[in-house]
């Protein structure tokens, strides 16, 4: 399998998508601030909030970007369909929607 020597890391979110990520990127910022080791990620997700707030339709990430936003989304669909599938009825209900959301990012957008 050839490797892309280019990649294009513009990407067009509708509004809902905007949004989630948006709040999953303050999510982030707000726990890993106060630990120096994650300083980069929270330069990282702020440079992302930024460009999302914008209001441009076609956001371009740098590929530092794109890579800390994919896994940690990829971290977080896979504690959600963790807890998914040892909750009971109502968390699963609760938790399954966040999971199909991030999901539906990750195909759709970051799929390689």
């Not at 509708?14 to 990127?25: A, G, Q, Y």
């Not at 630990?35 to 209001?55: N, P, W």
């Not at 599938?85 to 399954?96: D, M, T, V, Y």
């Amino acid at each position: 399998m050839k490797k892309k020597l280019f990649q294009n890391y513009s990407f067009e979110f509708d509004k809902n998508e905007t949004k989630l990520i948006s709040n999953f990127c303050k999510q982030a910022m707000q726990q890993m601030q106060g630990d120096d080791r994650f300083q980069r990620d929270v330069m990282a997700f702020e440079s992302i909030r930024e460009k999302l707030s914008s209001g441009s339709e076609t956001v371009k990430f740098t590929k530092d970007e794109k890579t800390r936003l994919v896994l940690q989304l990829k971290n977080n669909r896979d504690n959600l369909e963790n807890k998914v599938k040892k909750s009971n009825f109502f968390i699963r209900w609760l938790f399954k929607s966040m999971y199909n959301q991030y999901n539906k990012i990750l195909t759709t957008h970051f799929s390689d």
